[in-house]
């Protein structure tokens, strides 16, 4: 079998040590499936919300952590459904549930998020800038041909 070899635009990030997140930072199609994993996530959290307050004051710690275990299985597929099957959320954080919290109080979730924004921002703006110069490249060419 031959192999093609392309600049996908594929860049790789080391996750607190642990797995390595590929993506490529620059692909709309990501950004897309960002902004529609937020509102996903977000509605995960907020059935979560809703079984947690729906518990019986008998149900066991064990219901609890069950319940902290299925919301975090659910948002890590998500992720791993915008950044590619190749992606494994349940690998790449080492076991760490996206509900705990970090040191700085702020759940892992959150934590991820914020790290990613500026990666996602850097890639919409080169992604943009090089739309803008081939429209402009396009322009220049059209007027100078007639």
């Not at 919300?49 to 319940?67: E, H, N, P």
């Not at 705990?100 to 080169?126: H, S």
Request: a neutral charge.
């Amino acid at each position: 079998m031959k192999t093609l070899h392309f600049d996908s635009g594929i860049q790789e990030f080391k996750l607190c040590g642990e797995g390595v997140l590929r993506f490529n930072p620059a692909d709309p199609n990501l950004y897309a499936r960002f902004l529609e994993a937020a509102e996903k996530i977000q509605n995960i959290e907020k059935e979560m919300a809703r079984q947690w307050t729906g518990m019986d004051q008998q149900d066991t710690g064990a219901a609890v952590v069950k319940l902290l275990q299925d919301a975090d299985s659910k948002m890590k597929d998500t992720l791993s459904w915008v950044f590619g099957q190749g992606n494994d959320f349940h690998k790449l954080l080492g076991g760490v549930n996206l509900l705990a919290v970090g040191k700085n109080g702020q759940r892992v979730v959150t934590n991820l998020f914020a790290a990613l924004e500026p990666v996602l921002v850097e890639g919409a703006e080169r992604c943009a800038k090089e739309q803008t110069q081939a429209a402009v490249s396009k322009a220049k060419a059209r007027r100078s041909a007639q």
